[in-house]
């Protein structure tokens, strides 16, 4: 294969889930289209890169400085997440009318990563800030989820916020990013305090 090529198929391997049959259909896709195709491609690319940054407020991406959840929604429940991806699983609920937070990982001793390496602190301040009456815990139900769940209600019940957790319905060691919309929205209807 030309150089070109093989640059380009290694370039869309590095994607998550991309293998390298598929990283050759999509780098011969771009060859067999016209130009403008993969120049808006291009372009789509950088615009992200140029535009989208974290949301002041949650820490979702955002286009401005708040995103179009925290300037709309009702700030007195926050769901806290681990990832912002796991925001659009979330939002196909459709029922939810609370804001988020992206915790940006879990406490996790294997990876060094304590309560200071993800953001608690931000969340606290949100509470304070919006007289909070709800954190909703919608971290993964694996062993760090769950960890970072307990100790995010530890801090957070004794400023008199009510702490709930999704239920059970998504399988323990998976991924909110897979669920779908009905599991999510049964764990969300049937969250409990914690």
């Known amino acids: 294969m030309e150089e070109p090529i093989e640059k380009l198929v290694e370039y869309?391997?590095?994607?998550?889930?991309?293998g390298k049959k598929t990283a050759q259909r999509y780098v011969f896709y771009?060859?067999?289209?016209?130009?403008?195709?993969?120049?808006?491609?291009?372009k789509a690319i950088m615009e992200v890169k140029d535009k989208v940054r974290l949301c002041k407020e949650c820490g979702n991406y955002a286009s401005s400085e708040l995103c179009p959840i925290c300037e709309k929604r009702n700030h007195k429940v926050i769901c806290v997440v681990q990832e912002p991806k796991d925001i659009l699983s979330m939002e196909k609920v459709k029922t939810f009318d609370g804001v988020y937070h992206v915790l940006y990982g879990t406490i996790n001793p294997l990876e060094n990563k304590g309560p200071n390496d993800i953001k608690i602190k931000e969340l606290l301040a949100r509470i304070g800030r919006h007289n909070v009456e709800e954190v909703i815990m919608a971290t993964n139900p694996d062993v760090s989820g769950e960890a970072t769940a307990m100790y995010i209600a530890k801090i957070v019940k004794p400023m008199g916020v009510k702490v709930t957790r999704l239920a059970q319905g998504i399988a323990m060691g998976s991924d909110i990013e897979f669920a779908d919309e009905l599991t999510l929205e049964k764990a969300l209807r049937a969250r409990q305090e914690i």
């Open 30 to 42: 771009i060859i067999e289209n016209d130009r403008s195709k993969a120049e808006n491609f291009a």
């Open 12 to 18: 869309f391997r590095s994607l998550p889930g991309v």
